[in-house]
């Protein structure tokens, strides 16, 4: 009896759970979405028993789940969107975890204030680069965590693009937000425009000034590629042919980076035609030679994520090197945000550091 129920209820369900997979497929592509109660992240007054509520500034971080914003200071001013802090505030933990939640919400985790976490999220983490000058080329140097880097007053590779704009943010992300900057700097100097109520073709909000065209896409992961989970990101890459490859038409991560470091993504500038001139990106990474040992499609790996041409289907043939092959994007442990120590990086040591770096890829340089 029991049987014949569901044997009945069987093809229901078959076309509930397809229904549900083609949903959520559809849908897979962006989860960034908020929840919960509007007062865990609004303030409709900024004032609450005759004080007000929000807080910002250097140190301000969440000390626990559920828990308060500590550090920083309370605000008389009330805050743009009405919010109880600002994305520093907000995207930032006195703990060790890197992920946040406050009721229905998970924050992701973007600066440690206490040390540099185990658990850090995609684009790694702003607490090296938030301790002073020598650090500056451990991260992005970005308006609240640090000063303008000490060495570099420009993207490198990025051109003169804002001539004579010496705050904006192709020059520095330290800025604060001003005329020269269109009110962005900071964290928006990148994640121009957010959407925490919409979900929408844009990875993780990364847009640009350049129209709707200009978005990364991509496939998130939920925990944001928080180690523990395992699970990652799937990126946006193409293969590179003689066209332009902006972000407005390949939307993929290393245009994107391409927007500031121009000359380290464009075609004349890091080919002759012959011989690559600076290390390549959105080309596929050829399934033969050294290369045959990496496949990213079966065995992923951290230390050396790739593109793919389309990131919901990943195959072998279109897996494509990125910027963010190499590099983390906010802040990582090493100089020049590098994903590992370059210093361990020593070409025929006999296989020390085979599955690192470098080798990832280039499986016979060890
Ligand atoms: C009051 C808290 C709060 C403030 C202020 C805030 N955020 Fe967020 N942000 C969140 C939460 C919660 C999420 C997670 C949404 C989700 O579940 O994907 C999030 C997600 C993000 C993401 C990742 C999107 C994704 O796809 O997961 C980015 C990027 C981001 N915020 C940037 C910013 C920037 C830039 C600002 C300032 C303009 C800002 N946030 C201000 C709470 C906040
Ligand atoms: C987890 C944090 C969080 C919660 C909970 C939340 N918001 Fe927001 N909301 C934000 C952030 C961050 C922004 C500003 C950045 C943006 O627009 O993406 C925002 C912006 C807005 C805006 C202006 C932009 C827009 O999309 O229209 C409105 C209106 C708004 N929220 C209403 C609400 C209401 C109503 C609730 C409760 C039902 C709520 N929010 C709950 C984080 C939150
Ligand atoms: C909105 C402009 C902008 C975008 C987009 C951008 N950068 Fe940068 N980048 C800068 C600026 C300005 C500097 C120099 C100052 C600093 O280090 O913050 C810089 C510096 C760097 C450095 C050197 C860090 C150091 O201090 O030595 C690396 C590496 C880097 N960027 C990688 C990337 C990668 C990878 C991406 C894409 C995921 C990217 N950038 C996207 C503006 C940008
Ligand atoms: C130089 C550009 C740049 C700047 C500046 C920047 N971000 Fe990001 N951010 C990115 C990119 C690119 C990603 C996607 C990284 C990935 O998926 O590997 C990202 C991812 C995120 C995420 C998702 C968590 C993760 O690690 O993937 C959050 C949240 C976020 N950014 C918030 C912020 C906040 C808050 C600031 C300012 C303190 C900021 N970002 C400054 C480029 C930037
Ligand atoms: C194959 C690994 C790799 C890839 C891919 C890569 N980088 Fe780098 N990047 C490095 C290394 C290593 C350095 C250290 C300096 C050097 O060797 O040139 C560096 C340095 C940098 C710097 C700092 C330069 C300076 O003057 O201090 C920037 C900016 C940068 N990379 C941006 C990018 C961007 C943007 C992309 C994608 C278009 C990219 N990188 C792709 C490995 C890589
Ligand atoms: C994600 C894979 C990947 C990673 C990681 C990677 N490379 Fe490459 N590298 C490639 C590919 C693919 C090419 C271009 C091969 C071709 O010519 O088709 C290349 C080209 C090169 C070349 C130029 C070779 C030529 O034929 O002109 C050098 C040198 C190089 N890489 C060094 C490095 C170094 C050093 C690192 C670490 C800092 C590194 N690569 C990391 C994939 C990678």
Redesign the pocket.
């Known amino acids: 009896m029991k049987n014949r129920k569901l044997r009945k209820a069987l093809p229901f369900f078959v076309s509930a759970i397809a229904c549900a997979l083609a949903i959520s497929l559809t849908q897979s592509s962006v989860l960034g979405k908020v929840s919960g109660e509007c007062s865990n992240c609004h303030t409709m007054h900024n004032s609450q028993d005759g004080t007000p509520v929000v807080r910002k500034g250097t140190g301000a971080a969440w000390s626990s789940d559920d828990g308060q914003i500590t550090g920083g200071s309370v605000q008389d001013s009330p805050t743009g969107r009405l919010l109880v802090t600002d994305c520093i505030g907000c995207h930032s933990s006195a703990t060790e975890d890197t992920i946040i939640t406050l009721g229905d919400n998970k924050i992701p985790i973007v600066f440690n204030t206490n040390g540099y976490p185990s658990e850090a999220l995609a684009a790694g983490n702003f607490y090296q680069v938030a301790q002073g000058a020598q650090y500056d080329?451990y991260g992005h140097n970005v308006y609240g965590i640090s000063a303008i880097d000490s060495k570099?007053l420009q993207?490198?590779?990025g051109g003169n693009q804002c001539g004579g704009y010496n705050s904006s943010c192709h020059y520095t992300l330290a800025a604060p937000p001003n005329g020269e900057n269109w009110y962005r700097g900071g964290c928006q100097g990148c994640h121009y425009n957010v959407f925490h109520h919409e979900d929408n073709n844009n990875y993780r909000f990364l847009n640009s000034h350049k129209g709707d065209m200009a978005y990364v896409e991509g496939v998130e992961d939920e925990f944001w590629e928080q180690p523990s989970h395992g699970g990652h990101n799937s990126y946006k890459g193409v293969i590179r042919d003689s066209d332009q490859h902006t972000l407005m038409s390949t939307q993929s991560i290393?245009s994107y980076?391409?927007g500031c470091?121009r000359y380290?993504?464009q075609n004349d500038s890091i080919t002759d035609g012959s011989v690559w001139l600076r290390?390549p990106?959105d080309i596929a990474l050829p399934t033969d030679g050294e290369y045959a040992v990496y496949d990213p499609a079966t065995n992923y790996n951290m230390e050396a994520p790739v593109a793919w041409v389309n990131p919901e289907t990943p195959v072998r043939e279109e897996a494509v090197?990125?910027?963010l092959?190499?590099?983390r994007v906010h802040g990582s442990e090493h100089p020049?945000i590098?994903r590992w120590d370059?210093d361990n990086m020593i070409a025929g040591n006999g296989g020390d550091y085979a599955d690192t770096g470098?080798f990832v890829c280039h499986t016979s340089k060890d």
């Open positions: 080329g570099l993207a490198p590779g290393s980076c391409g470091h380290f993504h290390h990106t090197v990125m910027c092959s190499c590099h020049d590098l370059y470098c």
